[in-house]
């Protein structure tokens, strides 16, 4: 059973405090499987798994006193870093998305070419996905990940 929307609702971790065990996922999975990291639950999530796309799903519900369960949630990357370290520009990031949600999230993935990257995420809920496409417009960004309330995802592409 899961909780109602925003009951588990807390503030973002800083970033100082995310950076060491974000280090020690990063050093565990590089390499393998795109993933996306949660520094509230130090969960990381591969969304291509249905149930760790739904786990992911209620963990953003619950964390957030504005999200709805009957919804989708879209992850918006907001940086194109393709430096997969624990770096300033992940940093600069990160402390941007936390002045605008509580649960900013970490992605690891890959392009077609196979190069990794290190992003920040921003998680939202919007009216429908134009709405969605049009802020990862903004963002610069090619794709965005959307997660239904049953836990299956999509990639949806940017032209």
């Known amino acids: 059973m899961h909780g ?10 800083p970033f100082d405090a995310i950076k060491g065990p974000l280090g020690i996922v990063i050093a565990n999975l590089k390499g393998h499987d ?17 149930k760790q796309a739904l ?9 957030n006193g504005h999200f709805r369960p009957d919804i989708p949630v879209y992850l918006i990357a907001t940086t194109c870093n393709k430096d997969i ?5 992940l940093r600069r990031a990160y402390e941007k998305l936390v002045k605008i949600t509580n649960q900013p999230l970490i992605g690891y993935w890959f392009d ?8 920040t995420v921003l998680v939202a809920q919007f009216i429908n996905e134009d709405k969605a496409i049009e802020v990862a417009k903004e ?18 592409r940017i032209t």
Do not use: H, M
């Open 4 to 13: 109602k929307p925003g009951s588990k609702s807390t503030e973002a971790r």
């Open 34 to 50: 795109a993933f996306t990291w949660s520094p509230k639950s130090n969960l990381q999530y591969n969304v291509k798994i249905l």
């Open 55 to 63: 786990c992911l799903f209620w963990e953003l519900v619950e964390g």
């Open 85 to 89: 370290s624990v770096n300033i520009v």
């Open 112 to 119: 077609d070419d196979g190069d990794a990257y290190l992003d």
């Open 139 to 156: 963002y610069e960004q090619d794709e965005i990940i959307r997660i239904r309330p049953n836990g299956r995802y999509a990639t949806i």
